[in-house]
C-alpha cells in the first residue's frame, strides 16, 4: 500500500489596471520554466491569502494590497499525494527590482487573455478570464 498525503498550497494572481486593461504577472516555475502563478504552501502562522501574499514577494517581486477575493481552488496530484490550492486576487501595489527568486525566475506582464493562455492548468485559465469580474470595482 503506497502512502498517499494531502497538501494545502495558495497562490495569487496578482493584477494591476494599465490604461483601463487589467494585466495579470506570471512567474516561470523553477525546473520547466512554465508560466505559473505564485504560490506555496501555507505557513502555519499566516492566513491562505497572508501566505500567498508572502510567496507572491518572494518569487515575483511585488508587494499586494490587503483587500482580495478568493477565485477558486484546483487541484493537482503530485507523486506522494493530492495537492489542494486557494488562489485569491491580488492587486500589486509595487513591483521590486530586488527579491529573492529573481535570479531563479522571469516574471512577466501579460494581458488576462494571454495570461489565460499561458497557464496551462485549465482552471487557473478559467479563474484568470474571470478576474475582471471579480475584482470589479
Known amino acids: ?37 505564485p504560490k506555496g504552501y501555507i505557513e502555519f ?32 496530484k503530485r507523486s506522494i499525494g493530492v495537492c489542494d490550492i486557494k488562489v485569491y486576487s491580488m492587486e500589486v501595489i509595487e513591483v521590486l527590482d530586488d527579491y529573492p527568486d529573481k535570479e531563479l525566475r522571469k516574471r512577466k506582464w501579460f494581458s488576462v487573455k494571454d495570461a489565460a493562455d499561458n497557464i496551462s492548468i485549465p482552471e487557473v485559465s478559467g479563474m484568470i478570464l474571470s478576474l475582471n469580474e471579480k475584482v470589479r470595482k
Not at 51 to 74: C, D, L, R
Open 1 to 37: 500500500m503506497k502512502l498517499e498525503f494531502n497538501f494545502h498550497q495558495s497562490g495569487v494572481i496578482p493584477y494591476r489596471r494599465k490604461n483601463g486593461e487589467l494585466q495579470v504577472l506570471l512567474i516561470t516555475s523553477m525546473k520547466r520554466k512554465k508560466w505559473i502563478l
Open 45 to 76: 502562522n499566516l492566513s491562505p491569502f497572508e501566505s500567498a501574499k508572502k510567496e507572491a514577494y518572494e518569487e515575483a517581486g511585488v508587494i499586494g494590497a490587503n483587500e482580495t477575493v478568493e477565485v477558486g481552488s484546483f487541484r493537482i
